[in-house]
């Protein structure tokens, strides 16, 4: 079955700096790759989204890059504030399946 | 407004009393699932249901039952808790299994076993 990587674990940036999350994964049919983030104490809630048709797609400060060869996914933000500051999770979508969640990025930025 | 909700959002409850946590949709979504939250552990699947009358153990469904009488409705019961159950729950429902759609979640329950 499917399997999604995520790596760090935790990450720490200064305020206005990027910050990358990278996602791997083992299905090579999978054709969906979503990012949740989730703040302290409240739910996942989608932030971007990327389908296997696409190589990149940009929402204001946050970007997704998937290259389907390497079977790997990032999330790209950019010019980071602390309301940033969250875990995130990264997904990927077996064709057919059910969503497969990555453990997690603790992303701290410090003002 | 298009949602899921769970209650209740925090229960202290103790050892071996049933208790069932309610999750509601109302966007007629197929695919329901419930996941339990602990540090260092990410999402881990409890239970899915693909339509009504259907359900399916996920990863983690030792200890939990779900029924799915109506579409809109997945309950998650808890016959005899323990306090290794103590954990941040969610609901989450899709359009349909395998629908390339994000899954919208809860609100969130934190069950504390005693």
């Known amino acids: 079955g499917e399997n999604v990587e995520q790596h760090p674990s935790t990450l720490s940036v200064q305020e206005g700096d990027s910050a990358v999350i990278k996602c791997t994964y083992s299905?090579?049919?999978?054709?969906?790759f979503p990012w949740y983030k989730q703040e302290l104490g409240k739910r996942p809630q989608l932030i971007i989204d990327i389908r296997s048709n696409v190589g990149e797609k940009k929402d204001q400060r946050i970007a997704v890059t998937l290259n389907k060869t390497a079977k790997h996914f990032s999330l790209h933000i950019t010019e980071t504030q602390p309301e940033d500051s969250a875990v995130y999770f990264c997904?990927?979508?077996?064709?057919?399946?059910?969503?497969?969640f990555g453990q997690g990025t603790e992303l701290s930025v410090k003002p | 407004e298009a949602q899921v909700t769970q209650n209740p959002r925090y229960l202290i409850t103790v050892t071996g009393k049933k208790l069932t946590v309610t999750c509601s949709q109302n966007?007629?979504?197929?695919?329901m699932s419930w996941y339990r939250q602990d540090p260092g552990l990410g999402l881990r699947q409890i239970y899915y249901?693909?339509?009504?009358?259907?359900?399916d153990k996920g990863d983690v469904p030792e200890g939990y039952k779900v029924s799915r009488k109506e579409k809109r409705n997945f309950p998650l019961i808890l016959e005899s808790p323990s306090p290794n159950q103590t954990s941040l729950y969610f609901c989450?429902?899709?359009?349909?299994?395998?629908?390339?759609?994000?899954?919208?979640f809860g609100s969130g329950t934190r069950l504390t076993v005693v």
């Open positions: 966007m007629n979504h197929e695919y």
């Open positions: 997904a990927a979508l077996p064709r057919g399946g059910k969503l497969i």
């Open positions: 299905d090579s049919a999978s054709n969906y």
């Open positions: 989450a429902s899709s359009l349909r299994q395998g629908a390339s759609y994000g899954y919208t």
């Open positions: 249901s693909m339509n009504v009358e259907v359900t």
